[in-house]
C-alpha cells in the first residue's frame, strides 16, 4: 500500500463551517487530535475573525502573530491584503513553507499540532473596516513541509459570509457542524447547496468588478476543488435527539459521518481557558476521520459511517 493510500488526506485543506455557537472549533480540536493520532501532519488555521481561546484548547500558552500582519497588513489600513470579493486576485506567496515562516506567527502543541492565526478584526480598533482580507488568507494559504504533505484544518467564523467570498472554492471538503437547532440543520442544507452550485460551474457575482477581475473572479469559481459538503453532529445529548436530526438531515440528503456528544468537561475547558480534553470513550472524532478517509478514496460524501470504520 503506497503512502497516499495509507493518508489519502495528506495536503488537504479541510474547512469547519457552521451557525455560531455550534462548536466549530470544539470539532477542529478534537478532528486535530484524532488526525494526529493517525499519523497526519495537522496544521490549523484559526481564519475566524471574531473568536478568541483556540489556542488555550490546544494547550498553548500564547496565540501566535497573525498573519493579516505578516502578509503586509489590511487594504484598508493601507496594507496589501485585499477583500477577495473587491478584488480576487491571489494573495502573493501564499505557499507557505513552516520551516520558512517566522517562529512568531506559529505555534505548536505538545501533540506536534500547529496553530496560524488569520487576524482578529477587534484587534485592529473601531472603524478597521471589514475581515474580507482574513477571508483571502483563508481562501488562498497553502500550509507545506520539505518532506511531508500537510493536512490543514480551517475554522471559520460562524455564518455564510466566508463561504460567500469563495473561501469554498479552494477547499478540498468542507465540514458543516450541526448542533440541536433548526438553524443548525438549515445551514447545513444551505452549503450543501451552494457547494452543489459550484461544483455545477455556478459564477459568483461580478457586476461590481471590470472586465480583467470579473474574469479572474468566474475562473477561480471554475477551477473550483472542492469535492462535497460532510456533516458532523455537535453537542448531541441523547439518541433521541441524535435520531431526530439525522432523520430531518436525510429528508434533504444529508447523512452525518459522525456525532459529538454533548461533553460538560467540553464546556468547562473553554469555560475556563484549559486544554480541551473530550471524554476518551468518545469514538465520534475517530469515525469522522474513517468517514474524511472514506470519502477521498472514493471522491464522494455517500459515505455511510458504518461502511468507514
Not at 477542529?28 to 475566524?48: E, F, H, M, S, T
Not at 497553502?142 to 511531508?148: F, H, L, Y
Not at 461590481?208 to 468566474?218: I, Q, R, S, V, Y
Amino acid at each position: 500500500m503506497s503512502a497516499n493510500e495509507m493518508l489519502p488526506l495528506d495536503g488537504k485543506r479541510i474547512g469547519v463551517l457552521g451557525k455560531g455557537g455550534c462548536g466549530k472549533s470544539t470539532v477542529v480540536v478534537l478532528l486535530a487530535k484524532a488526525l494526529k493520532r493517525r499519523g497526519y501532519k495537522v496544521c490549523i488555521l484559526d481564519a475566524d475573525s471574531t473568536n478568541v481561546g483556540l489556542h488555550r484548547a490546544l494547550g498553548l500558552e500564547r496565540s501566535p502573530a497573525p498573519l493579516i500582519d505578516y502578509y503586509g497588513g489590511m487594504v484598508f489600513s493601507g496594507g496589501r491584503v485585499t477583500c477577495p470579493v473587491d478584488d480576487p486576485t491571489p494573495l502573493a506567496d501564499a505557499n507557505v513553507f513552516l520551516a520558512e515562516l517566522p517562529a512568531e506567527y506559529y505555534s505548536r502543541n505538545e501533540e506536534g499540532i500547529y496553530l496560524l492565526v488569520g487576524g482578529k478584526i477587534a484587534e485592529k480598533g473601531p472603524g478597521a473596516g471589514c475581515d474580507g482580507p482574513i477571508s483571502k488568507i483563508a481562501r488562498d494559504l497553502r500550509i507545506k513541509g520539505r518532506e511531508d504533505h500537510t493536512l490543514t484544518l480551517i475554522d471559520f467564523k460562524a455564518g455564510f459570509e466566508d463561504s460567500a467570498r469563495g473561501v469554498l472554492t479552494s477547499l478540498d471538503w468542507a465540514i458543516e457542524i450541526v448542533d440541536p437547532t433548526t438553524a443548525a440543520m438549515q445551514m447545513a442544507v444551505n452549503l450543501k447547496e451552494m457547494v452543489k452550485q459550484i461544483r455545477a460551474g455556478q459564477p459568483p457575482a461580478t457586476r461590481h468588478l471590470d472586465a480583467g477581475l470579473a474574469e479572474l473572479a468566474k475562473r477561480i469559481f471554475k477551477e473550483a476543488r472542492i469535492k462535497g459538503v460532510l456533516v458532523v453532529l455537535n453537542r448531541i445529548p441523547d439518541e433521541e435527539v441524535e435520531s431526530y436530526i439525522k432523520e430531518k438531515l436525510k429528508q434533504s440528503g444529508l447523512e452525518p459521518i459522525g456525532t459529538i456528544h454533548e461533553d460538560p468537561s467540553i464546556t468547562t475547558s473553554w469555560l475556563r481557558g484549559t486544554p480541551l480534553r473530550a471524554d476518551e470513550s468518545s469514538k465520534g472524532p475517530e469515525q469522522i476521520v474513517n468517514a474524511l478517509e472514506a470519502a477521498e478514496r472514493s471522491g464522494s460524501v455517500s459515505i455511510h459511517p458504518s461502511e468507514a470504520a
